[in-house]
């Protein structure tokens, strides 16, 4: 494999969770774009996003997609909701959608043991009827630049990862 495989999805769908899993099983070097901003800016997201607003942010990922483009290879990325934008997303490497209806994304995050901690982290998120209009603007773009979607509904996240390598990896 020598394109990189960038999971994209809601906030929220399991991206950070899969490739977790998917490093488990395979190996692979896997990094996520919302950790390597934190990293740039030494700040949480949520921090950023109520310090500088949304606009700033979405400049970070677009200095995190170029150099994901000239830099990295053979990584597994998971991706933060609105990453999708990106110009050159299709130059990174493979785009797998993790997809999932809002409902079945929502009660994931808010019956989670840690569902206080998991609903801070997203700021875009905080309220339920804003994420959900953000959910129906982003589902169609999500499926117009994915190469391969994964339904997550109902799945246990070894079973997504090994559809991901069977799909992806080993092709």
């Keep these: 494999m020598a394109k990189n495989i960038i999971l994209v999805g809601f906030m929220g769908v399991g991206k950070?969770?899969?490739a977790r899993e998917?490093?488990?099983l395979t190996g692979m070097v896997a990094i996520d774009t919302d950790d390597v901003i934190e990293s740039?800016?030494?700040r949480r997201i949520k921090m950023i996003f109520d310090e500088e607003g949304e606009p700033y942010f979405?400049?970070?990922e677009k200095s995190v997609a170029k150099w994901l483009e000239e830099d990295?290879?053979?990584t597994l990325v998971s991706?933060?909701?609105g990453f999708y934008k990106v110009k050159n997303l299709k130059n990174i490497g493979t785009v797998v959608?993790?997809?999932a209806y809002f409902y079945t994304i929502y009660r994931r995050i808010i019956t989670h043991p840690n569902a206080y901690k998991k609903l801070k982290k997203r700021p875009l998120f905080r309220d339920e009827a804003s994420a959900r209009a953000l959910y129906e603007e982003r589902e169609s773009a999500y499926l117009k630049v994915a190469d391969v979607v994964i339904n997550v509904a109902g799945k246990p996240v070894e079973k997504i990862a090994k559809e991901i390598i069977k799909k992806v990896i080993k092709k």
């Design 22 to 24: 998917i490093v488990k």
């Design 40 to 42: 740039m800016q030494n």
């Design 79 to 81: 991706t933060g909701g």
């Design 97 to 99: 959608l993790l997809h």
């Design 58 to 60: 979405r400049n970070l």
């Design 72 to 74: 990295v290879r053979h």
């Design 16 to 18: 950070g969770s899969v």
